[in-house]
């Protein structure tokens, strides 16, 4: 090694996984400093590409899969899967999974909120603030580029009212929360429809299903990191059905369903905004075919999109799904879940 130029080192270590880069901090002080350094953190996270889907297997048991050998192939072999077992120490319940971005995922049991780096093994138990029991919270995480700083915001709602009574802010860079007043009167959705509960990050911008309590109209409420405004996100007509937001290859989507009160069948359609903020750019992505509450549950949310066209899906009733938007055909993954979550493996450090 001695005879390679620095360039030619740094570029090796770059392209190496995360595992090995872990370990390659101690070998030297040198190269301690290089893997700290964040650019260097920023460039791994960039070359970073391979999905990896976090899936909660018990009360405090987690389980990391490889998107395309654990869920495509179905492969199963246990030198393919990290698990995790009380990962913060203590027992803790419940804890559920709420959102991730850039490699750390945000947890929360109760009213303790937690920022986890499973690769690293690294977590931080955020500070509490003014959120007490008789209030209830709907968290959103993700980066804003201008301050270069990943945040937390928590939407505060009195108990038993939808309305959004507070917003808190939490800094990673200042370790702290703050809080900022909400200009206008919005409701989170909740009703039975738990993934509502966490906001959906898309280029640094927040999503919620929410409503005006003033004429009950829903809409997606969304928060932007960078200038800290709510906005409105218009959607491509009035809402007849449930629906919920998530994110597909980069685009904001929403999920429509129904149930037939008849033949008991679940009838999905996935809309797609092509172009963000411009309302005539929502798009019908594709349809599950109608399927059967008592399997696959009423809601379902949308974890990650391969590039042939197969969508993984968790059900309400706790199945993993695999659909092919192609064939139409759907398969249900031997496995049963509690929560799920996808992310790349990083260095960021969430303390």
Request: proline share 3%.
């Amino acid at each position: 090694m001695d005879s390679l130029s620095q360039d030619i080192i740094d570029d090796i270590l770059i392209r190496l996984p995360l595992k090995s880069l872990v370990r390659c901090k101690y070998v030297s002080k040198p190269w301690y400093r290089l893997i700290s350094d964040p650019r260097f953190v920023k460039l791994h996270l960039q070359l970073a590409k391979q999905p990896k889907i976090m899936i909660q297997t018990g009360a405090d048991s987690f389980s990391s899969l490889d998107f395309v050998d654990n869920v495509v192939n179905e492969k199963w072999e246990q030198d393919l899967i990290v698990n995790y077992y009380e990962p913060f120490g203590d027992k803790l319940y419940p804890i559920d999974i709420a959102c991730s971005w850039d490699g750390l995922i945000l947890m929360r049991s109760n009213e303790i909120t937690f920022l986890w780096n499973p690769a690293t093994r690294e977590y931080k138990k955020l500070p509490r603030h003014c959120f007490h029991g008789d209030y209830t919270a709907y968290l959103g995480f993700g980066y804003d580029e201008i301050s270069k700083d990943y945040k937390v915001v928590n939407l505060v709602c009195k108990r038993n009212q939808d309305c959004i009574h507070k917003v808190h802010i939490y800094s990673m860079q200042k370790k702290s929360w703050r809080r900022i007043k909400m200009t206008a009167e919005y409701g989170v959705m909740k009703v039975y429809f738990r993934y509502s509960e966490f906001g959906v990050s898309l280029n640094g911008i927040l999503h919620w299903k929410a409503y005006k309590p003033s004429s009950s109209v829903e809409t997606i409420l969304s928060f932007d990191l960078r200038d800290e405004k709510f906005r409105e996100v218009s959607f491509h007509g009035v809402m007849t059905r449930e629906w919920i937001v998530g994110v597909l290859k980069g685009s904001l989507c929403v999920l429509e369903f129904e149930l037939e009160p008849y033949t008991r069948l679940v009838e999905s359609v996935v809309w797609v905004m092509k172009d963000y903020g411009v309302n005539e750019s929502w798009n019908k992505l594709f349809c599950i075919e109608p399927h059967r509450y008592d399997i696959y549950g009423i809601d379902m949310k949308m974890l990650h999109t391969s590039n042939d066209g197969e969508v993984l899906l968790k059900t309400s009733n706790r199945n993993l799904v695999l659909y092919n938007i192609k064939d139409k055909k759907s398969k249900e993954l031997r496995l049963s879940v509690y929560g799920m979550e996808s992310y790349v493996e990083s260095l960021i450090s969430p303390k």
